[in-house]
């Protein structure tokens, strides 16, 4: 059984994108995987799925910080400017190769950011996210 139904990677690594998609379909964590290379195309395509349909938006996002021309801090706030109610349904993740701690602090600096993960995702990444998912239906 799926967790999720629609989970975005961005991120311009090839390779990584490969391996996480490999673990997200083989962990049956979601029924489908996007991978974007830049931030720009991802963008585009959230921009588009709120004016023609909505139910493509992703319920997941994983985000990399570091990438040639607009960057993870531009998507972040491109995407604080899509309408909330949007952005309420879709937990967004930082999964970056970054150390630098001002830039995990930056990240819990933005509310639509639910947590930082050290690259490579895991496995047990993905057991915590569907943890507090669970946990979270359950106080509802």
């Not at 489908?32 to 997941?60: H, Q």
Request: glycine share 2%; hydrophobic share 40%.
């Amino acid at each position: 059984m799926f967790s999720y139904k629609k989970v975005w990677l961005i991120d311009d690594d090839v390779i990584t994108n490969f391996i996480n998609e490999r673990l997200i379909t083989l962990s049956q964590f979601t029924e489908d995987v996007a991978i974007f290379n830049t931030v720009e195309e991802a963008l585009s395509l959230l921009e588009e799925t709120i004016k023609t349909n909505e139910s493509e938006f992703p319920d997941i996002i994983f985000l990399d910080i570091s990438m040639p021309g607009l960057d993870g801090w531009d998507f972040l706030n491109a995407y604080r400017m899509l309408p909330k109610e949007k952005r309420s349904k879709c937990e967004l993740y930082m999964l970056s190769s970054s150390l630098d701690k001002g830039d995990i602090h930056m990240a819990n600096d933005y509310e639509e950011v639910v947590d930082f993960i050290s690259k490579p995702l895991s496995q047990e990444d993905l057991e915590v996210i569907k943890f507090r998912k669970t946990n979270s239906l359950e106080a509802l």
